[in-house]
């Protein structure tokens, strides 16, 4: 062996490169950044407008607008410094409440609890933001072995030269000469082998033509085409010996293994594209020689296995063997013209640079992979969330077409069906034109999977990738999202961020929906949060202007914010998949996570919430029944109010439809959760003391409280109701 090239030069060493790649940003982290910021400067804002309506309160309502007073506080050392460290405390616990630093924990929370669920539907995810990331998808490429179909190639057709069609194990063709040529063809010819009647190693392909040729059913009572072709499965009549082999490759799209011996051969087997144009004769059934004159035959049976989504593997043999120029001297140039010359074989005869020539022609050999009874409804279910499908696969046009149309994935004269060689020839921006359109890739190359990521990327939309293969890797890395199988290689699976473990197209599906939910639960907890936020500030800040000193202490002010970070964050983690988000359009990778219909519930929420807090305290009707046991008894019930109302919420933000009770028995933790919230809350009314500023409340008030605070649900149902009417009723 001569080595050429050694490290990052080699291919192997290229392939870690490009895996070792950073990727960009995921869509959730893209929209948590641009709402980190906008939070940050209301965080800000409120802090700076909450010191001026604490000094306002303190300095100018307390002194009751005397200036000589307000003077005296201001330039009295003592005093201001007093006011000014207790309205930064203040200033510093309003900006604690505002920035959501509950959210990455809710969002890790959340991610977790889902991928536990997502192992029994054979989903492994081995990245968590992946999730989230699936349900964001706009185009999914997938392959088509194992994913779309069975995965198990099994051999249904055989077609000899003269047109004759066999089906598997047809004892007419097994007592045939022409099946012992077959026989030997394919045994020496083939990377896999036989293992108590089952074939190992190899690829696929190999795999099924070993043990359609090793049935043991064969009848030997017809002498051979020729003496020297012996049963290769009789270990004492067998005289072959392997010279040299040329591996098939998907760029050759051949494999040729030269033999010795008994027989002196080439045996080809490959795409009939490449290997048909150099046939000049063929074997009929006795095993006989005859020039291959017409080729019409082949070609409509080549068109009627197609159509059948039956793959097509032609065996051919050559009579030339020389052991001194032997297939080791063929050299990748002389492939790589070898296929130049066959795709421009129609307009050009001369083939005598061409490494094969002169093909007998053994027949056709027919494999098909059946779909997976699921994969039409799975195709149907992506289609109708809004996500495109193609798919890649290495059959020939007219198979991957077939297929395509049998699981309901081309079914429009619009939809393109292309090749691996047509792809090259177009260029980037062109490509991105057609996207839209594409349905199948055939003959495809595994470049053709990192350029069709990065021209989607480009268009800025959000990509999934499936596959299996060492040279899947690098396409796996880059796309939003890598979908590996569980057959598939460990460095694809490395590459990947979710396994999909049964290599079923319907677990893509699952992960999906998953990723779907889970982005409804975080936007249900941004909702949850800046509405109890945005009140919870407004309440402070409007009630020092209007005489209310400190409405709510810091100490409340961080139960509240446990109950709005933490607490919330594992109530709405809670959520099940719902199959129902899969009717949705997907959302653009650049769209912000606060969506119009959550403006409108934390608008509405929170504006209703701070004007029944400031009703509450400013009211006479409240204050004759409240303020008659203290300030301290007023002020107890008004953070009671605060904080039913913010369990009330969470019932209206769980689900965006009227009925508050829809799948709320799937999500137990919710209920737990509001439940405990609840407890600790009474807890505190009854034994907060100075700390939280409460004392005991009557049953009679503690109910008044309640069922003021029971009002938000009729106005956030009220709200829904609205925009059913106006059709604008979507999820969250």
């Given at each position: ?56 309160n ?31 405390t ?5 900006i ?9 924990m ?22 968590l ?32 030269g ?60 017809h ?55 150099f ?39 050559s ?11 063929l ?20 083939t ?69 060689d ?63 199988m ?32 889970i ?12 509405s ?42 809670g ?5 129902k ?71 209206c ?65 009220i ?14």
């Open positions: 062996m001569q080595v050429t090239e050694v490290g990052d030069k080699t291919f192997y060493g290229n392939l870690a490169q490009e895996i070792q790649e950073e990727t960009r940003e995921t869509p959730l982290k893209l929209r948590l950044g641009n709402l980190a910021k906008s939070i940050s400067k209301f965080g800000y804002i409120a802090a700076i407008v909450t010191v001026i309506s604490y000094l306002y303190s300095i100018v309502l307390a002194n009751h607008f005397d200036m000589e007073l307000i003077l005296h506080s201001i330039t009295t050392p003592s005093i201001i410094f007093s006011h000014l460290l207790k309205a930064s203040l200033a510093v616990t309003v604690v409440m505002a920035v959501p630093e509950g959210l990455p809710m969002i890790t929370v959340v991610l977790s609890a889902n991928m536990r669920r997502m192992l029994k539907d054979n989903v492994f995810v081995r990245k933001v992946g999730i989230e990331t699936a349900g964001s998808l706009n185009i999914l490429f997938t392959d088509k072995t194992g994913t779309l179909t069975q995965g198990k190639l099994d051999v249904t057709h055989f077609a000899s003269s047109g004759t069609i066999w089906k598997r194990n047809e004892p007419q063709l097994k007592n045939t000469n022409l099946w012992k040529v077959l026989q030997t063809a394919v045994y020496y010819n083939n990377s896999a082998t036989m293992n108590n009647n089952v074939a190992i190693g190899g690829n696929a392909t190999d795999r099924s033509t070993l043990e359609f040729v090793s049935n043991r059913n064969v009848v030997g009572a002498d051979c085409v020729q003496d020297s072709i012996m049963n290769p499965y009789d270990n004492s009549q067998q005289n072959i010996t392997k010279i040299d082999i040329i591996p098939f490759s998907s760029e050759s799209k051949f494999m040729a293994t030269t033999v010795s011996g008994d027989w002196n051969a080439t045996f080809i087997k490959g795409a009939p594209e490449k290997i048909l144009p046939c000049t004769q063929y074997y009929d059934e006795n095993g006989n020689t005859h020039p291959f004159l017409s080729k019409s035959k082949i070609e409509n049976i080549l068109k009627e296995f197609a159509e059948k989504a039956i793959r097509i593997i032609a065996v051919a043999i009579d030339e063997c020389h052991p001194e120029s032997s297939l080791q001297s050299t990748m140039k002389d492939l790589d013209s070898s296929q130049d010359s066959l795709r421009s074989n129609s307009q050009n005869d001369n005598k640079n061409l490494p094969f020539q002169n093909l007998k022609f053994v027949g056709l050999i027919g494999i098909r992979d059946e779909i997976r009874k699921e994969v039409t409804n799975g195709i149907k279910e992506v289609r109708t969330a809004g996500i495109q499908t193609v798919m890649i696969t290495g059959d020939s046009k007219l198979t991957a077409h077939a297929i395509a149309q049998e699981i309901g994935l081309v079914n429009k004269n619009s939809d393109l069906v292309i090749t691996s047509e792809l090259n020839n177009l260029s980037d921006n062109e490509i991105s034109n057609m996207l839209p359109h594409l349905r199948v890739i055939a003959r495809a190359l595994p470049s053709d999977k990192s350029r069709l990521v990065r021209i989607a990327q480009d268009k800025g939309l959000v990509v999934g990738m499936t596959g299996d293969g060492v040279n899947d890797a690098p396409a796996l890395k880059r796309a939003d999202v890598g979908f590996a569980g057959s598939g290689t460990e460095i694809a699976k490395e590459a990947s961020d979710i396994v999909i473990l049964d290599n079923d197209f319907n677990s893509i599906c699952k992960a999906i929906c998953y990723g779907r939910t982005f409804k639960s975080i936007r249900k907890f941004i909702i949850y949060q800046l109890t936020c945005i009140c919870a500030v407004s309440t402070t800040i409007i009630g020092s202007f209007i005489g209310v000193e400190a409405p709510i202490t810091v100490i409340q002010m961080l139960w509240i914010n446990i109950v709005m970070d933490t607490l919330a964050g594992l109530a709405f983690s959520e099940k998949a719902r199959q988000y899969m009717q949705e359009p997907p959302k653009p990778r650049d769209e912000s996570i606060i969506n119009k219909y959550m403006r409108g519930q934390i608008a509405i929420n929170s504006v209703y919430t701070t004007v029944l807090c400031l009703v509450f305290l400013k009211s006479s009707f409240i204050q004759n029944i409240f303020m008659s046991n203290g300030s301290a008894y007023m002020m107890t019930g008004f953070f009671t109010l605060f904080m039913f109302s913010a369990i009330f919420r969470g019932f933000v769980r689900t965006h439809n009227i009925n508050l009770f829809e799948y709320l028995s799937a999500n137990k933790p919710f209920l737990w959760i509001m439940g405990i919230i609840g407890v600790v809350q009474i807890f505190i009314i009854y034994f907060g003391g100075t700390i939280f500023r409460t004392v005991g409340l009557d049953l009679k008030d503690t109910l008044l409280v309640g069922l003021i605070a029971f009002t938000i649900v009729p106005i956030d149902i709200r829904k109701y609205y925009l059913m009417r106006k059709g604008e009723l979507i999820g969250t």
